[in-house]
């Protein structure tokens, strides 16, 4: 069974810094596309940024040059080192699996809150 | 960016009866490969998002028969026949052929 447990969300001030993780398991982790989607509460869904298979990127403007998507296929682990936060960050974030053109499983996301 | 269009944004439904929702592009979603990445998602209160449909067309494993997808270039339509309470939700379309992803509004289905 594929399943994606996001982690490292909370509470940060305005500029400061967190680093999420997403273990994934129940599928050749390496093999896959991934991405990072998030959602602020009561809105819709805004894609952040996807990392390859051999570690390409790509990142929503509003997050380019602060967030940092990486993998490490050994530990199975997708990071989002999320740097210079701001408020309009504020949002639950989900890591998802890409298959055929689109996240096709998601973890149950982790809430990260910028906050002073 | 493409600009997705959802509509309507609320959709009450009769248990029982069909729904449709529409949801446009900007530009069109057919890929230089020739495929066209228009997904569609359902979003239960309180749960993580679930992809239902891949491609225009394609149910992904575990969706049930009665939705389905169509369209071609910039208009595309989910369906749901015979709905259900458990299909509550918002559902989201979204695009994958061209950087950055984009995803629609969402359409709230909830029963009359």
């Known amino acids: 069974e594929v399943q994606l447990v996001e982690s490292g969300g909370g509470l940060v001030q305005p500029g400061g810094s967190l680093r999420l993780s997403c273990g994934g398991s129940?599928?050749?982790?390496?093999?896959?596309?991934m991405h990072w989607v998030r959602q602020v509460p009561g809105q819709g869904l805004v894609w952040v940024s996807r990392?390859?298979?051999?570690?390409?990127?790509l990142y929503a403007d509003s997050v380019k040059g602060r967030f940092t998507i990486s993998r490490d296929n050994a530990k199975n682990t997708l990071y989002l080192e999320m740097n210079s936060l701001r408020v309009e960050d504020t949002a639950v974030y989900y890591c998802?699996?890409?298959?055929?053109?689109?996240?096709?499983?998601w973890g149950q996301g982790t809430r990260v809150t910028v906050s002073s | 960016d493409v600009v997705m269009t959802q509509s309507p944004l609320s959709l009450p439904v009769t248990l029982g009866q069909s729904a449709s929702i529409s949801c446009r592009s900007s530009?069109?979603?057919?890929?230089?490969?020739?495929?066209?990445?228009l997904n569609w998602f359902q979003q239960r209160p309180g749960q993580s998002p679930r992809r239902l449909i891949y491609?225009?067309?394609n149910r992904d494993s575990g969706v049930p028969a009665r939705f389905s997808g169509s369209g071609s270039g910039t208009d595309f339509t989910l369906k749901i026949s015979r709905v259900e309470a458990e299909d509550v939700g918002v559902y989201y379309c979204?695009?994958?052929?061209?950087?950055?992803?984009?995803f629609g509004g969402g359409t709230n289905v909830e029963i009359k």
């Open positions: 998802a699996r890409s298959w055929q053109g689109g996240p096709d499983y």
């Open positions: 129940g599928f050749t982790f390496r093999s896959y596309w």
């Open positions: 990392i390859d298979g051999d570690g390409n990127t």
């Open positions: 530009q069109s979603l057919i890929h230089s490969d020739g495929n066209t990445y």
């Open positions: 491609k225009v067309s």
């Open positions: 979204m695009q994958a052929t061209h950087w950055p992803l984009t």
